[in-house]
């Protein structure tokens, strides 16, 4: 079945420690989204890629990068974990981002930072 | 301002009950679309339905039932019959199109339904 595929479905980090969340979709989507989580509250988007054109939203800390080496792929980067990270990191894909368009979500991937 | 609320934070029902899940919204846009989410505790958040600004014909699949009402901006989500699977937290979200077109997907804070057996 075509899908969002995330992995791993639970990451531990220590405090500082460079961790990478993956991404990958089998629906040849055009965008891929990253949210972020946190307990008990609404996904909040970090950014999304457009093909290749990245995309940030003025509130997401730079802490955080993204890579999308091809179509299929996504990747989430956080170059300094702090306590605050820990939440639930959702990846998301559409065919297109016009306002017609589906979000599809993965399973998310749960990071512990310790 | 985009905005989408949902008051009810948490809700508890013994199964087979009948359950309204509400929903308000609040856009400038004419033109814009509202969805609902379902997150089970394995935390992926599945896609259950996708609603335009212009369409106001309320919708049933199978035991769920989704209520459009545009002059009163609230998108409801009713389950009939309620069962212990269904628990899981809803979000309902806004979609519309930011400066050249780009989507936003404003999510509300979500309403955790529980179903006892």
């Known amino acids: 079945d075509a899908m969002v595929i995330q992995n791993p479905r639970y990451q531990v980090t220590q405090f500082g420690k460079p961790v990478t969340l993956s991404c990958s979709q089998t629906l040849n989507h055009n965008v891929m989204y990253w949210y972020q989580q946190k307990s008990s509250q609404a996904p909040k988007l970090l950014f999304h890629?457009?093909?290749?054109?990245?995309?940030n939203e003025a509130d997401t800390p730079d802490n955080f990068q993204s890579r999308r080496p091809n179509t299929s792929f996504c990747f989430l980067d956080i170059r300094s974990p702090g306590l605050g990270d820990a939440a639930m990191y959702l990846c998301?894909?559409?065919?297109?981002?016009?306002?017609?368009?589906?979000?599809?979500f993965g399973p998310g991937t749960r990071l512990t930072v310790l | 301002a985009q905005k989408v609320t949902q008051a009810q934070t948490e809700i508890s029902v013994v199964e087979k009950e009948d359950v309204t899940l509400d929903c308000v919204y609040e856009?400038?846009?004419?033109?814009?679309?509202l969805f609902w989410y379902k997150q089970p505790p394995s935390g992926e958040l599945v896609f259950l339905i996708r609603r335009n600004s212009f369409d106001e014909q309320n919708e049933i699949s199978g035991r769920y039932s989704w209520n459009f009402q545009k002059s009163t901006s609230s998108f409801n989500f009713t389950i009939t019959a309620s069962q212990v699977v269904d628990s899981a937290v809803y979000f309902c979200?806004?979609?519309?199109?930011?400066?050249?077109?780009?989507?936003?997907?404003?999510f509300g804070q979500g309403t955790r339904l529980t179903i006892n057996p």
């Open positions: 998301a894909t559409s065919r297109d981002r016009g306002v017609t368009d589906t979000q599809y």
């Open positions: 856009t400038r846009d004419t033109t814009y679309y």
């Open positions: 890629y457009y093909d290749k054109d990245f995309n």
């Open positions: 979200a806004l979609s519309e199109a930011e400066f050249q077109g780009a989507q936003k997907l404003v």
